[in-house]
């Protein structure tokens, strides 16, 4: 199929200052783009070409896989967020997180240290498994959970390209920020 680029839930300015309205022409505007327009052209012609994204994620390797989990990984990202989010998860989700971590703020120190410490480009990952319990995890480059059939329910991404227009190497003010600008109720309904 021919993807395009989902349009954000939000304008461009709804997540300033955590994330810039440069950082999201950019960011979005650009390597998103560039995601979507590189698997399109890569698919043409293959086996891939009459998949849907998930199933492409799934199935290949190499530049298709890259660019395809990129565009899923960046469309789970920017769809996680919305003006003047952040606070706590409500519900079950907040319950899970309490059972596994302790409390909301052990999970997000344990969440904010994977992303500060994955080594290079990469997604830090909240993920739940087919029994429904809660783990971390890093991916490095387009890594991401979809490929081992877990379900995603929040992701940091934290490539330079992510932050470096409004943090430059200040990779924990980023991620700091991000917690600021969380939409729990999409995030909670993933769960
Ligand atoms: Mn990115």
Known sequence: ???????????PE???????VKTIEFHYGKHHQTYVTNLNNLIKGTEFENMNLEQIVIKSDGAIFNN??????????FHSFKNNGGGV????LATAIESKW?????????????ALTLFGSGW?????????????VKESNAGTPVKNGLTP??????????YYLDYQN?????????WTIIDWDIVSARF
Do not use: C
């Not at 395009?4 to 304008?11: I, N, R, S, V």
């Not at 709804?14 to 810039?20: E, F, K, Q, T």
């Not at 998860?89 to 079950?92: A, L």
């Not at 830090?124 to 971390?136: F, H, M, R």
């Open 89 to 92: 998860p409500k519900g079950p």
């Open 153 to 162: 329910l929040l992701t940091f991404d934290v490539w330079e390209h992510a």
């Open 68 to 77: 395809a989990a990129q565009v899923w990984n960046h469309t789970f990202y």
């Open 124 to 136: 830090a990952w909240l993920v739940k498994d087919s029994e429904g319990n809660l783990s971390i």
């Open 170 to 178: 200040r990779r924990a003010d980023y991620i700091a920020a991000l």
């Open 102 to 114: 302790g409390s909301f703020e052990n999970f997000k120190t344990e969440f904010s240290n994977a």
């Open 1 to 11: 199929m021919f993807f395009e680029l989902p349009k954000l839930p939000y304008k």
């Open 14 to 20: 709804d997540l300033d200052p955590a994330i810039s």
